[in-house]
Every structure is written in C-alpha cells, then in structure tokens.
C-alpha cells in the first residue's frame, strides 16, 4: 500500500510539472534557441553566456567593461579572452541560475507576456544581490584609497 501511494505521488508530480512547463510558454524539451542573450538591465547592458550551449547559465557579464559579474558554481577554466572578473563577482544560486538560464529558450514566437516575466523575474534577482555587490564595492574603494595615502 505504502509503495503504491508513493509511486502516485512522484507521477502526479511529474504530470503536475509536465503540465506546468507546457503551461509556461517556453519548450524546455527542445534544444536551446541561443547560447548567448545581451539586454538592458536598469543602466546597464548586460549579457548571459551558455558556454557549452546545455540551455544553462555559465557566466554574466557586463557588455561595456567586459567583466564577468555573476557565474554558476565556480568560475570557467578558460575566461574567454576579452573578457576579466569583475572585483565583486559573485556565485548566481540555484534559482538564480534557473531564471537567468530561461533566457536562452526565447525565440521570435516567444510571447512578449513570456518575455517580459523572464525579464522581471531577473530584475528581481539582480536587484536583491545589489546591495552586497555596493558593499563589496564600497570596501574596495576604501582599500585602494588607503593604499594611496
């Protein structure tokens, strides 16, 4: 009995989720549209990078310095050049990594309601890592203006 009311539960929730990724407008079964996605975020122009093109998040980075500023797990053997580590580059979570990861399944039939959620949903997530990364930068600022007097 135990066995069988387990073995319901995982298929109801994998039908549950199946029917969600069905519902949420973006085909997660489907190869990913693109490896690398820029956009404007709040004055920033910034850019999302699949470097091995799995549909996942590698790496962010800023378009105008070129430094990388967020990056899943750990940072990548190879930067690819051109590129440098921004000062207070931070680890993305899981579920930071999930939303930033969902921009490279946009395609031209992507709804604008779809992308406008991808869009916010990112915001949201940059904006609250914000005041660390102030901090961090503040820090740094101090340092290096102690090193000079």
């Known amino acids: 009995m135990a066995i069988l009311s387990t073995s319901f539960r995982v298929t ?3 039908s549950a989720a199946l029917a969600l990724n069905g519902c949420s407008g973006i085909n997660f079964a489907n190869p990913p549209a693109n490896s690398l996605y820029c956009d404007n975020f709040l004055i920033y122009e910034m850019c999302a990078r699949d ?3 799995d549909g996942i998040v590698d790496y962010t980075y800023f378009q105008d310095s070129k430094e990388i500023f967020m990056y899943r797990e750990r940072l990548p053997r190879r930067i690819p050049s051109g590129l440098g580590v921004h000062r207070c580059a ?3 979570d899981e579920d930071l990594v999930a939303t930033t990861s969902r921009v490279f399944y946009i395609e031209e039939s992507t709804s604008l309601l ?3 959620d991808i869009r916010g949903a990112m915001m949201i997530k940059y904006i609250a890592q914000l ?6 930068n503040m ?8 090193e000079d007097s």
């Open 12 to 14: 109801v929730l994998f």
């Open 114 to 116: 779809e992308k406008t």
């Open 51 to 53: 470097s091995n093109r």
């Open 139 to 146: 820090r740094a600022d101090a340092a290096l203006e102690d």
């Open 131 to 136: 005041p660390e990364v102030t901090a961090c």
């Open 90 to 92: 931070r680890v993305m």
